[in-house]
């Protein structure tokens, strides 16, 4: 039975807007209405809150508090929402790590966290295991684990919980106390961890909530893994707050979702444009019946109108929605009965969020109709990257955060992205960084210098095409470079192809003239795909 009393003292009072309260408050009013639904196992609110009241206990006990930082390794589970609320709740920042990373990446972003508990999955074990080990050897030359480790789970930490290695006294939670910690890629080598507060992520739900609603008898479907920023903050914790259902789920399949928006007769969604262009591509999309959509949120890229047709089609319009982990990550969207009027936008601010159009030359403002770098102001922009104050001093001017991607403003007001600024590319939704793409090729004994460009691709939104320059005189091929980029980064991170140069072009001696590789990419793989179509028709002849 839950009993908040058991482990809050009534006479404490945390911040107004700590998400700990949300689940808590849910639960005093609706403790038997479903909280999730994890592969057809349900947790009502009155369950999730006695589960997350209790491991808070108990990492309090054990000598955690606010200003540390517990890590996990897990795919979407129950396990790992009551994880989240327990931090919620203690005032510990929460640190979902990506099991989709190599052991290197992983271990890089662990040595970056610094958490005081990480926290892994069985599923993910080995990985995390590996990351951990070579933590161990580069802080320590080897031996004795550094960091404190414990299982997911009622059978795990839930029922026991690891000393902390440096106690900390306990005390209410502080708006301003970091809440989720979101290692992204940005125009750097290195990821970087996006601090958001309790307040950031108050302010982003309500944002959400005003522009796009949610009710008690929404059921959400959560399919983007939750080491990304929008599994929680877009539609999941807005879900929770409002007493929804969340259906989550630990990997894409297409005919799989398609068979849950079915039977559990899902509401609501968020993807990637991606995932929406293989659930309208699968064979079960025409006899599925999606009926019980109301909203369908797109971020992570602009769709093609191609996309928002066929979903219209079936009674479904996509809503266009853009953000960046810095921002919380929401900041414009797009009304889906707005789209045909204004293809390739991606909408209007969302409430309590500000942004201004400025020239990226000058740095000034620019009025009205406009083309130039989007910055955004407003209570839900981060508290900075983990450990970076000169990254994050660069992201900020004045209050207000660079966005680094070119945006055109028509005459009513709507956003429409023309470029980045920064070289990030988007794949399939997720953010590549070229810097650290590059900085794995080079790891490579025969490779001396490497460039990596984004190029469209009709799938994956983009996809990565690298230029490498040999060291002089060594035997190397395109195949033994993609199988050691296969070793270093995730598989989203490995270039599409790669080719090799003699030398890459530069524009000054300094700079790397990205322009001029991205034309060559996109003409190697026009001729690549060229090529592929005479195979074609050269088979079907025969």
């Known amino acids: 039975m839950w009993d908040a ?36 196992v349900t947790t009502d609110y009155g369950t999730l809150a006695a589960r997350a009241t209790a491991l808070s206990g108990r990492l309090r006990r054990a000598g955690y508090a606010a200003g540390d930082r517990i890590a996990t390794v897990s795919g979407n589970s129950t396990d790992h929402v009551v994880a989240f609320f327990a931090c919620a709740l203690a005032g510990i920042a929460f640190v979902p790590l990506s099991w989709r990373l190599t052991t290197r990446e992983l271990a890089d972003v ?34 004795e684990r550094m960091l404190q480790v414990a299982a997911l789970g009622t059978t795990g930490v839930e029922a026991n919980v690891p000393a902390s290695p440096r106690p900390r006294p306990w005390r209410p939670v502080r708006d301003d106390d970091p809440l989720l910690v979101i290692f992204t890629s940005g125009s750097e080598a ?55 259902t969340v259906v989550l789920e630990r990997s894409f399949q297409p005919a799989r979702a398609l068979r849950l928006i079915a039977e559990r007769r899902v509401t609501a969604m968020m993807g990637v444009p991606t995932q929406y262009a ?35 089609e079936r009674g479904v319009p996509l809503t266009q929605g853009y953000g960046l982990t810095e921002a919380g990550p929401n900041v414009l969207h797009l009304p889906a009965g707005e789209a045909a009027a204004a293809p390739g936008a991606v909408g209007r601010p969302y409430p309590h969020v500000t942004v201004r159009v400025v020239d990226p030359d000058s740095g000034l403002p620019l009025d009205g109709e406009a083309t130039g770098e989007l910055w955004v102001r407003g209570p839900s922009v981060f ?77 994956w939104g983009e996809r990565g095409v690298g230029f490498v320059v040999p060291v002089a005189g060594a035997a190397l091929s395109s195949d033994e470079l993609l199988a050691h980029a296969r070793r270093n980064l995730a598989a989203f991170k490995v ?20 322009s001029r590789l991205r034309e060559r990419a996109r003409a190697v793989m026009a001729r690549d795909r060229a090529g592929e179509r005479d195979r074609t028709t050269k088979e079907v002849r025969r």
């Open 5 to 40: 009393d058991a482990v809050f003292d009534p006479d404490v009072e945390d911040g107004p807007h700590t998400i700990g309260r949300w689940l808590i408050d849910r639960a005093a009013t609706s403790p038997l209405r479903t909280a999730v639904d994890d592969r057809g």
């Open 110 to 143: 662990l040595t970056r966290a610094a958490p005081s508990l990480v926290l892994i999955e069985d599923e993910h074990a080995a990985l995390a295991g590996e990351a951990m080990r070579a933590v161990d050897a580069s802080t320590r030359g080897g031996g």
């Open 190 to 244: 290195a990821p970087k961890g996006v601090v958001l507060t309790h307040a950031n992520c108050f302010w982003n739900n309500l944002a959400l909530a005003q522009a796009l609603p949610l009710h008690q008898d929404d059921v959400v479907l959560a399919m983007l893994p939750q080491f990304h920023v929008a599994a929680w903050n877009c539609q999941p914790l807005l879900a929770w707050w409002a007493g929804a």
């Open 278 to 312: 293989m659930l309208a591509a699968d064979r079960e999309w025409e006899t599925t019946d999606v009926t019980s959509l109301r909203l369908a949120l797109v971020g992570g890229a602009t769709m093609p109108t191609a996309l928002q047709t066929a979903w219209t």
């Open 383 to 459: 508290a900075g990257y983990l450990g970076d104050d000169d990254a994050t001093a660069r992201a900020m001017s004045g209050g207000w955060l660079r966005s680094g991607d070119l945006v055109a403003r028509d005459a009513d007001g709507r956003y429409r992205v023309v470029d980045r600024l920064k070289d990030i590319f988007i794949s399939g939704g997720e953010n590549v960084a070229p810097a650290e793409v590059e900085y794995a090729l080079c790891l490579h004994p025969l490779v001396a210098a490497a460039a990596v460009v984004g190029v469209p691709d009709p799938v």
């Open 495 to 514: 270039p599409v192809r790669i080719e090799l140069v003699d030398e890459l072009p530069r524009s000054t001696i300094e700079k790397l003239a990205r």
